[in-house]
């Protein structure tokens, strides 16, 4: 397992803890992921994620809910949502992070410690996700120049 999945399991962990109860410390969460990750870029990348996720946890949650037919974030399992929420902060806000990397990596996390379902709704939520936030491409340039028209046509 690379470092970079490493702490975003880490940080899996982090959001999960957080949704059950939000008063845990900085401290305390410092100290968790310094327990787990030894590496202080690990570490770092880790917070980062974390950090991310809560600072733009509206934000996050308002997109997810919209990508997600018929689901309210709520009645989703704390894993599976917690993964969308990391995979959504990756696709939406780290740029360094390839949005394919970053769905590829929540699905993973998902098949090992989500529910038998959950690889395929993390997919099927950040991939519509991903697709929402793709800025639009601009229309392929013509190979062959135009020439104007002649006048009077």
Known sequence: MSRRSRAREVALQL???RDHNAAVARPAIEAFAEERLRDLETRRF????????VGHLEEIDAKLAAAADNWRLPR???VDRNLLRLGAFEILFLKDTP???ALDEAIELARR???AESSAFVNGVLDRLRRE????APPPASPIPQEPA???A
């Open 15 to 17: 959001l999960f803890q």
């Open 46 to 53: 880790c917070l980062e994620l974390f950090d991310g996720v």
């Open 76 to 78: 989703m399992a704390t």
């Open 99 to 101: 949005p394919a990397v």
């Open 113 to 115: 410690f989500g529910s």
């Open 133 to 136: 936030a793709e800025p639009l």
């Open 150 to 152: 002649p006048e009077g």
